[in-house]
């Protein structure tokens, strides 16, 4: 097997790469403007509606427990399992790469067993971590020198301090997302769940004292 | 907060100049469906979001709407690039020019100004949520009509993209929306 697949694409490591950034632009050429449309018009909104109908009326009556065993178990076994399997077989050697670029993004998340944490409207919001504040503090004094740069680029005082303030607020911003996650979706810092369960800016509370101010 | 990169989010380029389709396009960016009202639409629908997983969901869609809206603005700008007088006037854009120049304003395909009416926040999410994805359907179709208006394959490329990235949207709405539907009440395992 492995000798006649070589036979067969002698060239295969010489292959041109396809461009990452053109690839997903293409998908959409074959398709017509119809097909897309039906995938997710079925699924998010014929979930939501058929519960909470079935269940007030059957539950009490006959099948309190079969039911929501069911729905969950027979879905997220099938749909995932089907797709990775059939398609990497049948096409793996037409469009390598368009395949697995389409089927994450696409394909729905599982049906939740489990809930992923949530929080309602804290009203005990939690305080800001100092590292935060200091962070604020330093961006802000870089952002206000970039705007009297973007007018005095000749300033080399100016220049120098942003160049520090900007070294800093680096290392300052790398220890503060190894304990809080990432700050934004591109840092590689910090477990990136935190990203979603930290606190949100408008859910932090702030202490009136402890003041920190930046040397400039 | 918001930080700005200097790029796109992708490559935007036209085959030429082509006045009319520069006007069609403003449909996306100051129109009722555009990505200027989607990105207002999300960001400020997450204060009364309660579950991370829809703050993050909200912040993330409504950031990448204002990508998408610097695409637009960048696509009509190549589009109307060195455009001359009778160009505009056949194009039926000379008034738009009068007021407006060769930047992209926030007006729809037929100039009508941009008005916050076009969004809504119910302080629900499951009501925020089902607007979101009938605005996510609603912008799918404006880039499928837009389509329909060029030949031009660059242009094309940039405008499928944005469509696709449209159902994507309609995808994790419908999916946090499921979520909602299912955990709100209960504790989380």
Known sequence: MIERFDDRFPNLPNRPTPNPIERPIEKPIENPINKPIERPIQKPIEKPIEKPIQKPIQKPIQKPIEKPIQKPIEKPIQKPIEKPIQKPIQKPIEKPIQKPIENPILKPIESPTTCPPYTMPNRNKPQADPALVRIMQYQFAIYDIALYLDTHPNDTRALTTRQRLASELHEMTMAYEEKHGPMNLFSHHGDYAKYVNEPWPWDIRFSKEGKINVDI | ?189
């Open chain 2, 1 to 189: 907060m918001w930080i700005y990169e200097k790029k796109t989010q992708i490559p935007v380029k036209v085959s030429g100049k082509d006045v009319r389709m520069a006007k069609n396009v403003l449909e996306q960016y100051g129109g009722a469906d555009g990505e200027l009202s989607a990105s207002l639409r999300y960001l400020t629908q997450r204060y009364a979001m309660p579950i991370n997983l829809g703050k993050a969901v909200l912040t993330d869609i409504g950031t990448e709407e204002l990508a998408h809206l610097e695409i637009v603005a960048t696509l009509y700008s190549k589009l109307i690039e060195g455009a001359t007088k009778q160009e505009l006037i056949d194009a039926g854009f000379d008034a738009y020019y009068i007021d407006h120049g060769f930047n992209p304003f926030y007006v729809n395909a037929a100039g009508n100004p941009h008005t916050v009416t076009y969004i809504q926040t119910k302080g629900d999410p499951v009501v925020d949520m089902y607007e979101d994805m009938a605005a996510e359907q609603k912008a799918r179709i404006t880039y499928e009509h837009l389509l329909k208006m060029t030949d031009d394959p660059h242009v094309k490329n940039v405008l499928k993209y944005l469509r696709e990235r449209e159902i994507v949207h309609f995808q994790r709405f419908g999916e946090t929306l499921r979520i909602i539907n299912e955990c709100m009440g209960k504790s989380a395992k």
